[in-house]
């Protein structure tokens, strides 16, 4: 049985119990996700051959140190950097290092900032350079995902609905959706309930109500959606070598529809991509 809980109510803890959020806690959201949003639009300009993911990694700390907020993934049960950066087939959590980008590279970059205690959460890919016509199409299939999750967010509905909208599209596109992650609560808590998964049926799961706050953030796989950690447990990877790509936004579940927190300022939500 699913339980829900004002979110003022609750424990600071993930008890599975989903959260309905305030008009006011919308607001703390929006600031802490505009920040993320900024920074990821810097990055734009950051990201070029020869950048080390070290160096986008400090520049994402100083980004936070000048907004007065830290990264959330600093010290994370035990995680070292402020950013997660996941190159080519990295699905997720690659750790940032001294290696330099590459021509052709595609990069996740995941940042989430602190503000006032609210966790603004979110990803984007960027191409490095010129990208294969392969990657590109998988940039743009991954986005895509996204969106259709996004579009099946409404009170009512079933959190299926999302995994539903993202399996179906991306499966047409002869793409796989990783199993082995998924969305989450999002809030005070850095990760809590409910789990959003990225396939499923639009009967599955929790029904989604007004106030509820998760990520969405479809991991799609040009080849098979098996994936293993490497040996220092963070960094996920295709086990076919095939390229992956992810994006990710913060939602808020509203009367009619829900609202994206994490935009970019400057319509930059897939940089290097065409229009949509």
Known sequence: MVNYIEAAAAPTRNTGVIRLHTAEDFEGMRRACRIT???????????????????????????????????ATLNYRGYTKSSCTSINHVVCHGIPNDKPLREG?????????????????????????????????????????????IAAVKPGARIGAIGEAIQTFAEAERCSVVRDFCGHGVGRLFHDAPNILHYGRASDGPEMREGMIFTIEPMINLGRPHVKVLADGWTAVTRDRSLSAQYEHAVGVTADGCEVFTLSPAGLDRPGLPDA
């Open 37 to 71: 949003a900024r920074c990821l639009d810097a990055l734009v300009d950051i990201v070029k051959p020869g950048v080390t993911t070290d160096a986008i990694d400090r520049f994402v700390f100083d980004f936070g140190m000048k907004n007065g907020v830290l990264p």
């Open 105 to 149: 590279d595609i990069v996740n970059i995941d940042v989430t900032y602190v503000v006032d205690g609210w966790h603004g959460d979110s990803s984007r890919m960027y191409p490095v350079g010129e990208i294969k016509r392969a990657a590109q199409r998988l940039l743009e299939v991954t986005h895509e995902c996204l969106m259709r999750g």
